[in-house]
């Protein structure tokens, strides 16, 4: 041991924790303790770099956490120079962390030893604790206005390890200590007091024949105390009945539970734990030690000394880390398989990822000695229509709402009045994961959970869900082409955009893996009915890629796959590929006069049209729309066709020299888009209106109507449309002196026409225009700075640049002066500024943030300090 080592075990046992008890906290032997005691001076620390390592930094670490709680390991490692691994920075702050949170010196503001002798305490963890640093923060701000925490979430999620290691950074502001109760091993609800008594070291006491439940309130009383009662899931009414009773009689009582399923109880504040995140991924500012990568490296460190992540191993990590959905303990298991797997070994076996990882640390609990086995024990909890439930919801990619789960997953052994039930259940266990998104309630499943919920599923019945699945699909889709003109237009295009995952599964499924043609053909007609699938949902390139498919896998003559090319031939004339859109039309019309199918004539004869208009043969372009024109005023076609063939018009006639008939058609769809409520016809016809009026010589009017095409478009996810109407702008801008502006918005257009095609629909005659408007940015700025400019804007991304398109700035703060002073403090000091500023004693502030008030009186001689004051009733007038 080192000298560090040597003073936390004398530190412990003068606080009056048994030898057994220090030897469970530190992880050496109980005659190594004793060794350690009977020591009048540090022994000499030969262990090597680490511990070397710590000793010369430990001091500086130290001060940081003293100052910062909340500061992060990247903070600190920039702070001090950390020249080292960032694993091993990690474990200096959390053997640090831990450090600090053992001083057991009296609190002379409470009048109370900290630490009760010879009452048991925190378990102790082999492993060093990695990441979870921002819930970590924001468990300890719950336990100051909470009295009730549950932290919920799957097995393997890190719960108890989040509890025990917040519990011990905050025991400071619990004078009578913090306890550990284990509940996983309990399967009788009756000895639930019973245990909790044991569990604090009391069930040798004279009851005085009280219950012990009785014994517990008459110990607890008012005592200042946090309590962790872990693994709770399957003892949950009869934990939350002792809680609840616990927390009406007792007053400085605080309790943690870590549960896989809610209390359900009022006083109760639930916190649910998700992923560790990627790196890449996290919000601005995140420590990329506090992540699924840091763990791994940790844990591979252990079983292979020396493990770092480097260039040549980066990726592959990243990928076990995304497979394993961030989830601890499955990370934990896989670092187990490194002694005969390298990484990229371990990444490209993860497909059987419930047969991999079947090992782990054999100390640890059944439960998590193997990936499957935690996930049996949320099964095994669960009744038989909730796993059933589990494992049809398995069908779902991406997330389902519960319309969705009543439609596909009901039957007769459990139907749709039950599902309701069987879901709340589920988020309840955290086997279904709630999210809310603009008043929409949907639930999703870790992969990991969703493979092991298949796995009870046979191969027949896996099949019936993915062509209910399929079914469902075809049935939405059909909405949405029903309600493109219309006002649900949004509605129902936001609703296929939540769902995209759930279509993309259900089309590779159809296309890819059943053989049976009635399947195909209904995924064709998924694909090839919504002909603006591209606008709905879908990208461009993927609407083609599934076109492809569908038409590749149906009946050679067959009507659906007639409407497939026909819907193909559309997305390749708005590609620019005028050959592919030529020979698709060729076969889509011989399939139509076969089938007699007229409105797939009508649509051919449409789109042969706008492809000749594309290729700047207006002489022929005209007659072939005027044709289509008066096909659909006799027989209306689906999903709005008749405002999109009034915008090619328009289109058409603008370049001809007509603008009053252009105009005409612009005005009708607008009048159309009125009448109905829809949005998305009219911005093109926005678009329309604004080019005629640019070719007329009105920049500003055209300007105008772009800009309002724009702010409609923006609400879908047309790249096409937002693209054209961004091009549009630039060009005004160019007009109107913006020539900056002009070059940034038409860099960006360009770039974006190349992500899916060609420039300007691979129209001469458009991109004639473009380069006659941007010509005159160029000549204002001078080729090097327009094209700095326009590199600048193709770098940009498609919401950034409507942003700027819009002018929609960023909020300033009300006062500079206030952001300056804010930027001096550290996160935790301003936090304690803002509640002195509010009036809090120190004593109450650190109630509010569970801190000593010694430090938060620290934290206050900080503030003061930095912002040269004098005295605390100055801060106030300070921070407005």
């Known amino acids: 041991m080192n000298s560090d080592e040597w003073e936390r075990i004398r530190t412990l046992h003068a606080s009056g924790e048994t030898i057994k008890g220090i030897s469970r906290r530190t992880g050496f032997s109980r005659n190594t303790i004793r060794r350690a005691l009977q020591l009048s001076a540090p022994p000499d620390d030969r262990r090597g770099t680490r511990s070397t390592l710590y000793d010369a930094h430990s001091d500086s670490i130290k001060e940081l956490l003293s100052t910062d709680p909340e500061i992060t390991v990247q903070a600190i490692k920039d702070t001090i120079g950390w020249e080292h691994a960032s694993s091993t920075l990690a474990r200096a702050v959390a053997r640090a962390r831990e450090e600090l949170a053992a001083d057991v010196l009296p609190d002379p503001a409470q009048g109370r030893q900290l630490t009760a002798p010879g009452t048991p305490t925190l378990p102790h963890f082999s492993t060093t604790f990695i990441g979870r640093r921002p819930e970590i923060a924001r468990l300890r701000g719950l336990l100051g ?504 018009l328009g289109m058409l006639y603008a370049f001809t020299g007509q603008a009053e008939l252009s105009e005409q058609h612009y005005r009708e769809v607008h009048e159309r888009s009125g009448a109905t409520g829809e949005r998305w016809f009219k911005a093109y016809a926005d678009f329309g209106l604004g080019a005629v009026e640019l070719l007329n010589g009105d920049a500003e009017r055209a300007h105008q109507m772009a800009l309002g095409g724009l702010t409609l478009i923006r609400d879908f996810d047309d790249e096409i449309g937002a693209t054209l109407i961004i091009d549009l702008l630039g060009w005004t801008e160019a007009v109107l002196g913006e020539t900056e502006r002009a070059a940034l918005l038409v860099g960006s257009a360009s770039n974006l026409w190349g992500a899916f095609g060609r420039q300007l629909y691979g129209s001469h005659h458009w991109v004639d225009v473009r380069e006659r408007y941007s010509s005159l940015a160029r000549e204002q700025l001078g080729a090097d700075r327009y094209d700095e400019l326009h590199a600048e804007g193709a770098a940009m991304s498609v919401s950034d640049v409507i942003a700027f398109a819009l002018d929609e700035s960023v909020v300033l703060p009300e006062s500079a002066a206030v952001a300056d002073t804010l930027a001096m403090l550290t996160p935790r000091e301003r936090e304690v500024a803002g509640l002195v500023a509010k009036g809090l004693s120190n004593k109450e502030i650190a109630a509010r943030l569970v801190l000593s008030p010694r430090t938060i009186e620290g934290h206050v001689e900080h503030v003061l300090q930095k912002l040269c004051l004098t005295s605390r009733t100055q801060i106030p007038g300070t921070l407005t």
Not at 263 to 280: K, N, Q, R, T
Not at 451 to 476: F, M
Request: net charge negative.
């Open 145 to 648: 206005e909470h009295r009730l925490v549950t932290i919920t979430g799957p097995g393997g999620m890190g719960k108890t390890r989040l509890a025990t290691h917040t519990a011990q950074e905050v025991r400071r502001a619990f004078s009578d200590g913090v306890r550990f109760v284990e509940l996983a091993s309990l399967r009788s609800p009756e000895l639930i007091a019973q245990t909790v008594l044991e569990g604090l070291n009391l069930a040798g006491r004279d009851q005085q024949g009280a219950t012990a439940e009785a014994a517990l309130i008459d110990h607890l009383g008012d005592r200042r105390m946090l309590l962790v009662l872990d693994n709770c899931e399957h003892l949950v009414d009869a934990v939350a009945g002792l809680v609840h009773t616990l927390l009406q009689a007792t007053t400085g009582l605080a309790i943690i539970v870590t549960s896989r399923e809610v209390l359900a109880l009022p006083e109760e504040f639930v916190l649910p734990l998700g992923s560790l995140p990627m790196p890449d991924t996290d919000a601005p500012g995140h420590d990329p030690l506090d992540s699924a990568t840091a763990l791994f490296e940790s844990r591979a460190d252990a079983v292979l000394s020396g493990f770092r992540i480097d260039d040549s191993n980066r990726e592959a990590v990243r990928r076990v880390c995304e497979r394993l959905d961030g989830l601890p303990l499955a990370i934990e298991l896989a670092c187990a398989r490194l002694p005969v797997l390298s990484v990229s070994e371990l990444a490209d076996r993860l497909d059987h990822r419930l047969d991999l990882l079947t090992t782990g640390n054999r100390a640890a609990p059944s439960r998590h000695q193997s990936l499957i086995a935690t996930l049996d024990w949320s099964h095994d909890h669960c009744t038989a229509e909730q796993q059933l439930l589990w494992s049809r919801a398995s069908v779902f990619a991406g997330g389902f709402d519960l319309a969705m789960a009543e439609e596909i997953c009901a039957n007769d052994e459990l139907t749709s009045p039950r599902i309701l039930d069987a879901i709340m259940a589920l988020v309840s266990k955290s086997i279904l994961l709630r999210e809310e998104h603009e008043s929409s309630v949907r639930f999703r499943m870790l992969e990991t959970i969703r493979e092991y919920g298949q796995s009870h599923l046979s191969e027949d019945a896996l099949d019936g869900l993915h062509e209910r699945l399929l079914a469902w699909t075809l049935a939405k889709v059909r909405e949405l082409v029903v309600a493109w003109p219309g006002p649900d237009q949004r509605r129902i295009n936001g609703w296929f955009r939540a769902n995209r995952a759930n279509v993309r599964k259900a089309l590779h499924w159809a296309l890819d893996e059943s053989t049976c043609q009635d399947v195909r053909r209904t995924a064709a007609q998924v694909v090839a009915e919504p002909w603006f699938l591209w606008a709905g949902g879908a990208s461009v390139r993927e609407h083609r890629l599934w076109l492809d498919r569908a038409v590749e896998r149906v009946d050679a003559d067959s009507e659906v796959r007639g409407q497939a090319l026909a819907t193909l031939a559309l997305v390749q004339t708005l590609q620019g590929d005028r050959d592919g859109a030529g020979a698709s039309l060729t076969e889509a019309e011989r399939i139509a006069a076969l089938t007699g199918d007229a409105a797939t004539a009508d649509f051919v004869e449409h789109t042969r049209g706008l492809r000749e208009y594309f290729a700047g043969d207006f002489p022929a372009a005209e007659p072939l729309l005027l044709e289509a024109l008066s096909r659909y005023r006799a027989n209306e076609p689906r999903g709005g066709l008749r405002s999109a063939l009034d915008v090619h």
